[in-house]
């Protein structure tokens, strides 16, 4: 079992930066692919970005790439979103989520994911 919670969240202006936390808690943190969606009101749970266990291969959503970042701290069981220019549009809650794999796949659909986090509000004002 993995437990997984997330920090960070906020309320930011557009243009701004917040750097979102996953802690995670169970078994090795290497084993698992990790992955933020983020569900906006209204709207469906999105693919935001993924990264491999090892942390050498990432995946980022066409409508984030090149703002956001994914990092990971195995030693820690940490997984990072750090979010730049900020833009209303990526108002929503970010969830955290894990899968156990040992290999890594550009998995992109909620259904990949074994374990959730109850997700943390980002709000982006214009």
């Known amino acids: 079992q993995v437990q997984l919670v997330e920090s960070g969240g906020g309320l930011v202006q557009a243009g701004g930066s917040l750097r979102l936390s996953c802690a995670a808690s169970?078994?090795?943190?290497?084993?698992?692919?990790m992955g933020w969606f983020r569900q906006a009101p209204g709207k469906e749970r999105e693919f935001v970005a993924s990264?491999?266990?090892?942390?050498?291969?990432?995946d980022y959503a066409d409508s984030v790439k090149g703002r956001f970042l994914i990092s990971r701290d195995n030693a820690n069981k940490i997984v990072y979103l750090q979010m730049n220019s900020l833009k209303p549009e990526d108002t929503a809650v970010y969830y955290c989520?894990?899968?156990?794999?040992?290999?890594?796949?550009?998995?992109?659909?909620?259904?990949?994911?074994?374990?959730w986090g109850q997700g943390t509000q980002v709000t982006v004002s214009s």
């Open positions: 990264m491999s266990g090892s942390g050498r291969t990432t």
């Open positions: 989520a894990a899968k156990y794999s040992t290999f890594y796949a550009a998995w992109r659909t909620e259904e990949r994911y074994d374990y």
């Open positions: 169970g078994r090795t943190a290497s084993g698992y692919v």
